[in-house]
Nanobody, 125 residues
Framework: QVQLVESGGGLVQAGGSLRLSCAAS????????VGWYRQAPGKLRERVAL???????NYADSVKGRFTSSRDGAKNTVYLQMNSLKPEDTAVYYC???????????????????WGQGTQVTVSP
């Protein structure tokens, strides 16, 4: 089994910064694409960033130029650096990772999608 644990959320004033982390643990062969999503009250969950296994990134227009995703393969951790935060960035942020599991023989097993538990980001005016 694989677990994703997010951290780094909190309360920040507009214009401030936060860095979210998404750490994977368990029987991992490889972590493939990882998406960052957010869901504000009364709104649908939306993807704000994607980072592929090779490090290619893609961002929603609403966060482009302000958010940056990166990954540390050695730590099985993906980050979302959020700068110039706005009140409309307030939401619960989730990571979603496609993870290839490690078999007992040390090879690549099934690839499944996993969600983190979410972390609250609140930006005050």
């Amino acid at each position: 089994q694989v677990q994703l644990v997010e951290s780094g959320g909190g309360l920040v004033q507009a214009g401030g910064s936060l860095r979210l982390s998404c750490a994977a643990s368990g029987s991992i062969f490889s972590i493939n694409d990882v998406g960052w999503y957010r869901q504000a009250p009364g709104k649908l969950r939306e993807r704000v960033a994607l980072i592929t296994s090779s490090g290619t990134t893609n961002y929603a227009d609403s966060v482009k130029g302000r958010f940056t995703s990166s990954r540390d393969g050695a730590k099985n951790t993906v980050y979302l650096q959020m700068n110039s935060l706005k009140p409309e960035d307030t939401a619960v942020y989730y990571c979603n990772a496609d993870v290839s599991e490690l078999t007992v023989w040390g090879g690549r097993g099934k690839t499944r999608g996993y969600w983190g538990q979410g972390t609250q980001v609140t930006v005050s005016p």
